[in-house]
């Protein structure tokens, strides 16, 4: 840590010290490797900030960026101070390992080994550390128990994560919406016709239609919740049970073990064979985590369609004579899209809450198993806590988006952050 | 017919006369509203009968739970059915067979004689030493054990209301049913002998208790943040509400298991571990209901009825507890239930990853977790009692809690 901070002195120093434009070229392009993150920045902020002196909405989205930018500030704060209650530190464990190579070790050597990682320093300094590595060049800190940078031993991995997530929410969102609606369309209805306008006979075909409405509707509960009420492990188990009862390789993992080293594009062309296999894995996750999702989906759907049902301006179109699926359609669903389309943030964060167990069932190798290692087993802080940063990185920036979406297309939100 | 059958369990509303609607409380009408939703009072009988199951499990289960119960003579033992009829007769008291294992045949004689290898290979290959084997039993169709009902067996603590010195533990020793003759094991037995009903009808009080403690945690939290914030406004609340919104978007599980991975290096007894585990639990989820209360607030505290309030020399206390409070009330009573069941799934999560509750206490993630072995899968799937028990409880929560929300919606009646 010390070496980096005089070899950033260094290259200050230099820069201004710099003589041959040869020299300078090379200086100037380390600092901009150096700190590239921090420019994009800025130069986003300030792009923002000019557009928002002109413009109204512009100057809403600059300060729901520097709204966000604080709030990363603040995630990173407490994640940060959180893993320190993971027991054991860097020092330790390099000791430790040290130990079991048949070295003698002494506490004075831990001591040196902390005073040699900066591990000594109060937890603010580390933590402003951590935070100037990561809006200079986006350097998510160093993994003790990988022995590389938190970066490295990321990679792709955290991708893998985001797209299950991504996938999962999509599931749920196709089976949550639709069902969620009619079960909004049902919930104040009586079983049967009551009403005297009506004959007999249409009574009795009312309420056939009534019952059978009613009747899904319940159906589709009792399923959607049933992703809720099975624990998410045990239904993965119970089908990879099933499988090794059927007596077919279970579809644990990303991919069989034949594809595992295949690559994408073959001699002749996209090997289709290798995407039907990735296609047997993946969907065991995305079932998995997407069924339990739908249920509070479900639930969140159905309160926002009831809750604009009741709203006036559905009565005054209902007085209009706007009647059936386009009064449905036109009014309440229409209208409550825009809260739930600013939800997905959210969503997400509760996606990825259930995807660590799912994955160590499984047998994935994604960034969620990779949390779940580093906090339980390896006690890993930086890389627990860069996951976790990663995690409300997303969530903040769906969030950033969804807002700043709504404000430009929903004039309701419009008129309410802007005043008019 | 399926709607007559139907309209049996829920009531019809009656008939009230304007007076009494327009003057009722809003509780009062929530729970008319409640009556209303078939699914919602099927699922709240459900509900009930688990929880007072559960609460007075000791008196429920027939045989003692813990490690002083188990039946070594029937271990990993499987359900033990109640008869009304057989061949041999019918009889107007349920019974139940009597069950004996039938002891592992090992043949060590064949072992120390000439036999050597090929003995040797003849005893690991045939079904002697295999695991299903060992849950074979013989059924004595002739030696028929009566149930009886109120019998009398190991004393426990009915209420326990000790304050303090003053010492009024309610002690019984009947329970619902039993047997004339050993043991009655509905759900069969686990490897240790243990009853599997009694412990999962014994865990389901466990996790339930943990949730409500868990919840009173997020309740205490979320009333502060929300109402501090809310009240005062201004800095305090732009200040709160940053840091609100950084809790709401870190995932919570993660959270819980560096907490929990932290609370299993402190020594504690399980007893404080329990408690440790339902706090963290309910301290780390104030965000969502924090938010709610503190825009609730925010927009009740310019009322006028608050200002006639403060006109009238109400103190600060005062408005809160007897203005504010009853306001969100009934929302406050909602929202926990719907909450329910998601904290007991962080429960059985941190269990199953080995990190909440442990193995001698009986709550329902400790039994989750203990379906995920492959010999109870395969050898013993009446283990998986627990797990039907927990489906059905966070079922019973769900539906509850939907009924509720659509009856404390005040807007619901008009359509």
């Given at each position: 840590m010390k070496v980096e901070y005089q070899n950033r002195t260094l290259v200050f120093m230099r820069i201004i010290r710099a003589k041959t434009s040869f020299e300078d070229h090379i200086v100037i392009a380390d600092f901009i490797a150096d700190t590239w993150l921090l420019w994009i920045l800025v130069s986003v902020g300030g792009f923002l900030f000019w557009r928002g002196q002109s413009s109204q909405y512009f100057g809403y989205v600059f300060n729901r960026y520097l709204l966000a930018l604080m709030t990363l500030l603040i995630v990173s704060g407490i994640v940060f101070s959180l893993m320190e209650v993971l027991p054991g530190d860097c020092a330790e464990k390099y000791i430790a390992y040290k130990s079991t190579q048949g070295e003698t070790i002494t506490q004075a050597d831990i001591a040196a080994e902390r005073a040699r990682m900066g591990l000594d320093q109060p937890l603010v300094v580390r933590w402003g550390q951590w935070v100037t590595n990561l809006t200079l060049r986006g350097d998510l800190g160093f993994s003790c128990a990988k022995r590389q940078s938190v970066n490295l031993a990321l990679g792709d991995r955290f991708w893998m994560s985001f797209w299950f997530c991504i996938a999962a929410l999509v599931f749920s969102y196709v089976i949550a919406v639709p069902f969620g609606?009619?079960?909004?369309?049902?919930?104040?209805?009586?079983?049967?016709?009551?009403?005297?306008?009506?004959?007999?006979?249409?009574?009795?075909?009312?309420?056939?239609?009534?019952?059978?409405?009613?009747?899904?509707?319940?159906?589709?509960?009792?399923?959607?919740?049933?992703?809720?009420?099975?624990?998410?492990?045990?239904?993965?188990?119970?089908?990879?049970?099933?499988?090794?009862?059927?007596?077919?390789?279970?579809?644990?993992?990303?991919?069989?073990?034949?594809?595992?080293?295949?690559?994408?594009?073959?001699?002749?062309?996209?090997?289709?064979?290798?995407?039907?296999?990735?296609?047997?894995?993946?969907?065991?996750?995305?079932?998995?985590?997407?069924?339990?999702?739908?249920?509070?989906?479900?639930?969140?759907?159905?309160?926002?369609?009831?809750?604009?049902?009741?709203?006036?301006?559905?009565?005054?179109?209902r007085a209009r004579g706007v009647r059936g699926a386009a009064l449905w359609a036109g009014y309440p669903v229409r209208h409550s899209i825009s809260p739930l389309f600013n939800s997905v943030g959210f969503d997400f964060q509760r996606v990825f809450n259930d995807l660590p167990i799912v994955a160590i069932v499984i047998g994935l190798t994604d960034g969620a198993a990779l949390l779940i290692e580093a906090l339980a087993l390896t006690n890993d802080q930086e890389l627990a806590a860069a996951i976790l940063f990663l995690v409300a990185l997303v969530v903040i920036s769906m969030n950033f988006i969804t807002d700043i979406v709504l404000a430009a297309i929903d004039p309701r939100v419009r008129t309410s952050v802007m005043g008019g | 017919m399926f709607t007559r059958v139907l309209s049996i369990f829920s009531r019809k509303p009656k008939e009230q006369s304007d007076e009494s609607y327009y003057t009722a409380g809003q509780l009062s009408l929530i729970k008319d509203r409640f009556k209303s939703k078939t699914s919602g009072v099927i699922a709240g009988w459900i509900l009930a009968l688990l929880v007072t199951v559960s609460f007075f499990a000791p008196f429920f289960s027939p045989v003692d739970p813990t490690i002083n119960g188990a039946d070594s003579e029937y271990r990993r033992g499987a359900p033990q059915w109640i008869h009304m009829s057989d061949e041999n007769g019918?009889?107007?008291?349920?019974?139940?067979?009597?069950?004996?294992?039938?002891?592992?045949?090992?043949?060590?004689?064949?072992?120390?004689?000439?036999?050597?290898?090929?003995?040797?290979?003849?005893?690991?290959?045939?079904?002697?030493?295999?695991?299903?084997?060992?849950?074979?039993?013989?059924?004595?169709?002739?030696?028929?054990?009566?149930?009886?009902?109120?019998?009398?067996?190991?004393?426990?603590?009915?209420i326990d209301l000790s304050v303090g010195s003053l010492n009024l533990d309610i002690r019984w020793d009947r329970?619902?049913?039993?047997?004339?003759?050993?043991?009655?094991?509905?759900?069969?037995?686990?490897?240790?002998?243990?009853?599997?009903?009694?412990?999962?009808?014994?865990?389901?009080?466990?996790?339930?208790?943990?949730?409500?403690?868990?919840?009173?945690?997020?309740?205490?939290?979320?009333?502060?943040?929300?109402?501090?914030?809310?009240?005062?406004?201004?800095?305090?609340?732009?200040?709160?509400?940053?840091?609100?919104?950084?809790?709401?978007?870190?995932?919570?599980?993660?959270?819980?298991?560096?907490?929990?991975?932290?609370?299993?290096?402190?020594?504690?007894?399980?007893?404080?571990?329990?408690?440790?585990?339902?706090?963290?639990?309910?301290?780390?989820?104030?965000?969502?209901?924090?938010?709610r209360l503190r825009t609730h607030i925010l927009t009740e505290r310019n009322q006028d009825y608050i200002l006639a309030a403060q006109l009238c020399g109400s103190s600060t206390w005062r408005i809160i507890w007897q203005h504010l409070v009853p306001s969100f009330g009934s929302y406050i009573i909602v929202d926990t239930l719907i909450n329910f069941p998601y904290v007991i799934l962080a429960e059985t999560s941190l269990s199953f990853l080995g990190l909440g509750l442990t193995e001698p206490v009986n709550s329902l993630g400790v039994l989750l977790q203990k379906a995920q072995d492959p010999d109870i899968q395969q050898n013993m799937i009446w283990q998986f009692f627990p797990v039907a028990l927990f489906v059905a409880l966070i079922m019973a929560f769900v539906f509850v809690g939907d009924a509720l929300r659509d009856a404390a919606d005040p807007y619901a009646e008009k359509s």
């Open positions: 609606i009619l079960s909004a369309f049902t919930i104040n209805k009586d079983w049967t016709d009551k009403n005297p306008q009506n004959t007999k006979a249409e009574r009795i075909i009312n309420s056939i239609g009534l019952s059978l409405q009613k009747f899904i509707d319940l159906q589709l509960r009792i399923i959607s919740y049933l992703g809720l009420a099975l624990p998410n492990f045990l239904l993965a188990l119970t089908i990879i049970l099933l499988y090794v009862f059927a007596g077919e390789p279970a579809p644990t993992g990303l991919f069989s073990n034949e594809f595992r080293d295949v690559p994408w594009f073959g001699e002749d062309g996209f090997d289709f064979a290798k995407l039907n296999d990735f296609l047997g894995h993946i969907w065991l996750p995305i079932f998995v985590i997407g069924w339990s999702a739908t249920a509070l989906q479900l639930q969140t759907v159905r309160a926002l369609v009831v809750d604009e049902t009741n709203k006036l301006y559905v009565d005054a179109a | 019918f009889s107007l008291r349920p019974f139940v067979y009597t069950y004996s294992k039938e002891k592992a045949k090992i043949d060590f004689k064949a072992l120390s004689g000439a036999g050597g290898l090929a003995a040797l290979d003849a005893l690991t290959s045939g079904d002697a030493l295999t695991s299903s084997s060992q849950n074979k039993y013989i059924i004595d169709k002739d030696k028929r054990r009566y149930l009886q009902f109120f019998v009398k067996g190991w004393e426990y603590s009915l329970h619902l049913v039993g047997v004339d003759n050993g043991e009655l094991h509905i759900m069969g037995t686990d490897e240790d002998g243990k009853d599997v009903f009694s412990r999962s009808i014994h865990a389901i009080w466990i996790t339930l208790s943990i949730a409500v403690v868990a919840l009173i945690v997020k309740l205490f939290f979320s009333l502060l943040v929300g109402g501090v914030s809310g009240y005062f406004g201004g800095r305090v609340d732009a200040i709160l509400m940053s840091f609100t919104e950084a809790v709401r978007v870190i995932p919570p599980i993660p959270i819980y298991l560096a907490c929990a991975v932290a609370l299993a290096e402190i020594d504690l007894t399980p007893v404080q571990r329990y408690f440790a585990i339902a706090v963290v639990i309910g301290a780390l989820d104030f965000a969502a209901l924090g938010r």
